[in-house]
């Protein structure tokens, strides 16, 4: 299996909205309760900077496979040095360790970014992306407990991180 990961172009835009839809049925890895248009989402697209907040295509043998992406934390100059990480994978393409791969190569990259930490908001009920963030150092630096109603039941949200 070879896994490249590749810098998004808007055209691209229409698959990784696709895939993050994928996710919206588990209550897992979102609190979007409905798909997103593509639409809605070109604003979202357009803060993505290859040199400063980069989104990545994750491409398995030359197939769209998922993608990560590094958005500005909260917005203000001082948190400059720090971005929130997102992960999405098609859902034909889970469990292949994908998720281990994008965060390491992410992790290559801070440097050259300009970055020293990275938060991830992961639902505290979504077992598999705690596992893989803490067992790649992340620690639980927040606990939002049932700030989200999805199917009529509150679901709370951790903030996991790590300095590097």
């Given at each position: 299996?070879?896994?490249e990961?590749?810098n998004?172009?808007?055209?691209?835009?229409?698959?990784?909205?696709?895939?993050?839809?994928?996710?919206?049925?588990?209550?897992?890895a979102?609190?979007?309760?409905?798909?997103?248009?593509?639409?809605?989402?070109?604003?979202?697209?357009?803060e993505?900077?290859?040199?400063?907040?980069?989104?990545w295509?994750?491409m398995?043998?030359?197939k769209?496979?998922?993608w990560?992406?590094?958005e500005?934390?909260?917005g203000?100059?001082?948190?400059?040095?720090?971005a929130?990480?997102?992960?999405?994978l098609d859902?034909?393409?889970?469990?292949?360790?994908?998720?281990?791969?994008a965060?390491?190569y992410?992790?290559?990259?801070?440097?050259?970014?300009?970055?020293?930490?990275?938060?991830?908001?992961?639902?505290?009920?979504n077992?598999?992306?705690q596992?893989?963030?803490?067992?790649?150092?992340?620690?639980?630096?927040a606990h939002?407990?049932?700030?989200?109603?999805?199917?009529?039941?509150?679901?709370?949200?951790?903030i996991l991180?790590?300095?590097?």
């Amino acid at each position: 299996m070879s896994v490249e990961f590749v810098n998004a172009e808007h055209v691209d835009l229409p698959a990784i909205v696709a895939i993050y839809n994928q996710a919206i049925p588990s209550r897992l890895a979102t609190a979007d309760l409905e798909p997103v248009s593509v639409a809605s989402k070109e604003a979202w697209f357009a803060e993505y900077d290859l040199d400063h907040r980069p989104l990545w295509k994750i491409m398995v043998d030359g197939k769209l496979a998922g993608w990560v992406g590094l958005e500005s934390f909260y917005g203000r100059p001082a948190y400059s040095h720090t971005a929130e990480i997102s992960i999405y994978l098609d859902d034909a393409f889970q469990h292949l360790g994908l998720g281990q791969q994008a965060l390491a190569y992410v992790i290559t990259q801070l440097k050259r970014l300009d970055l020293n930490t990275l938060v991830a908001f992961i639902f505290a009920h979504n077992a598999p992306s705690q596992g893989l963030f803490k067992k790649n150092g992340f620690e639980r630096w927040a606990h939002l407990p049932d700030v989200a109603l999805m199917d009529d039941q509150l679901r709370s949200l951790d903030i996991l991180g790590k300095r590097f």
